[in-house]
């Protein structure tokens, strides 16, 4: 059986600060993003579905399995989005083109996104995807879910659950995600547009 690992940071647990404290990436990705990999894994032990990718088990699997690997899968690429804060950081290339012409503009995308990320109720996740024809959407996920079970290509996420964002900003989840824009390395997320 293939054991799911917790993935390393690519930043020191430090780098995301003043917009993601040290604290908050301690528990973020020590604890809780730790606490899935371990359950997921425990799962795992004699089910056929131990030896896909994990992208292929948040599409086949159902219950405890699927909200483990979902967790694993979006908890993985939102931690692989992030750099060091900067000042006006944005898109460029086909990214920044595909933006524009599918929001009309950068800021009108990141409006549309914002409010994506804090009207979804309860827990859950933003998602900026691209369909099979290139065309950016954004899209409310529940929970564990991500835009692959729609057939969309996962680009850029924020996370809503509370504890990513309680020890910060306590209930102030607009203001979290508006400061999430100075860490996005939008480089990554160019790479899985164009790749």
């Not at 827990?123 to 369909?131: H, N, P």
């Not at 102030?172 to 999430?180: G, Q, V």
Request: proline share 5%; aromatic share 12%.
């Amino acid at each position: 059986m293939k054991k799911f690992e917790l993935m390393a940071l690519p930043y020191a647990v430090d780098a995301l600060e003043p917009v993601i404290s040290k604290q908050t990436l301690e528990f973020h990705h020590g604890k809780h993003l730790a606490g899935y990999v371990n359950n997921l894994n425990g799962l795992m032990e004699g089910s056929p579905l131990a030896v896909l990718p994990l992208e292929e088990i948040v599409l086949k699997a159902e219950g405890g399995m699927l909200n483990n690997a979902g967790q694993i899968l979006n908890h993985n690429l939102y931690f692989a989005q992030f750099c060091a804060p900067k000042a006006d950081n944005r898109p460029t290339g086909k990214l920044a083109e595909a933006i524009e012409r599918d929001f009309g503009s950068f800021e009108a995308f990141k409006e549309a996104f914002q409010k994506g990320g804090a009207t979804l109720f309860g827990s859950g996740w933003v998602w900026l995807s691209a369909d099979k024809d290139g065309k950016l959407v954004i899209t409310q996920e529940a929970n564990a879910a991500n835009p692959v079970q729609k057939g969309l290509k996962p680009l850029l996420t924020f996370d809503v659950w509370e504890h990513a964002y309680y020890l910060d900003y306590q209930n102030r989840r607009p203001d979290h995600l508006a400061a999430l824009w100075q860490i996005v390395d939008w480089e990554v997320i160019e790479k899985r547009y164009d790749g």
